[in-house]
């Protein structure tokens, strides 16, 4: 096992309440599995610190940047519309990135992203990839519910570039998923459909992008989600995981 793979082997375990791991665990002499095949167990909306990381944890350059992000008001109208801030959840050191477009209700309610039926979709597509959840990054280009859910505008994208761009930076991550036309189109920063962008693998900075459909654009469109998986399928064949 990997150490980052280790790392969130360890971290799954302590959010599961398991604060000691017998010699014989077997753990350190597992085979290489990439990913951990999905288990049902308490769901985490946040990566807990390891014990003892308590001080490191307050100045985790994701901690800042979450900070950051709650007291921003550069979107007047967003700002003084929002509920929350939605930041992103996931382990620090994700192997994989999901990056949609903007917080809607439920998120903006809850301060966590697709937790709502674009949501239940999304989660359902990381555990058929024999994923958790809870083993992945999730995070939008906006951080803030746009008014109605209309598509975020120019200037919010603008406006919290830094943003994502400082998060993938910190996760650095092997893989993004962009989901959806706005996540695609600004992170590799082009006009192209998202039509044309799927089944092509982009890179930004040392991480391979794959683009797909948007969870809400299945919802509308269930005869889409067949596209959606053969995506995936190209994600985690590249991952050395057949589905
Ligand atoms: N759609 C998104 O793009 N992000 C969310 O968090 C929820 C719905």
Redesign the pocket.
């Known amino acids: 096992m990997n150490s980052r793979a280790m790392r969130q082997r360890l971290e799954s375990l302590e959010a599961a309440g398991v604060t000691q791991i017998p010699k014989s665990s077997g753990l350190g002499r597992q085979p290489q599995p990439l990913v951990t095949r999905a288990v049902t167990g308490p769901s985490r909306v946040s990566t807990p610190a390891l014990p003892g990381a308590a001080t490191d944890d307050r100045a985790h350059p994701l901690r800042l940047l979450a900070e950051e992000v709650a007291g921003c008001t550069r979107c007047a109208e967003l700002a003084a519309t929002r509920t929350n801030t939605?930041f992103g959840v996931g382990p620090r050191d994700a192997q994989i990135c999901f990056f949609?477009?903007?917080?809607?209700a439920?998120?903006d309610a809850t301060g966590e992203?697709?937790?709502?039926r674009?949501?239940e979709l999304l989660t359902k597509i990381i555990e058929a990839c024999h994923l958790r959840r809870e083993d992945v990054y999730?995070l939008?280009v906006l951080k803030c519910r746009p008014p109605g859910n209309r598509t975020p505008l120019p200037d919010e994208v603008a406006h919290c570039r830094g943003y994502f761009e400082r998060q993938f930076a910190a996760i650095s991550p092997e893989y993004i998923c962009c989901?959806?036309t706005?996540?695609a189109q600004n992170l590799l920063e082009t006009t192209e459909p998202i039509g044309r962008l799927r089944k092509r693998w982009f890179t930004y900075g040392t991480a391979k992008v794959i683009c797909t459909y948007?969870?809400?654009y299945l919802l509308r469109n269930p005869a889409a989600k067949r596209d959606v998986w053969d995506d995936m399928k190209v994600m985690m064949a590249d991952m050395g995981v057949e589905l």
């Open positions: 939605v949609g477009e903007a917080p809607g439920d998120e992203p697709f937790v709502g674009a949501g999730i939008n989901l959806g706005t996540a948007h969870p809400s």
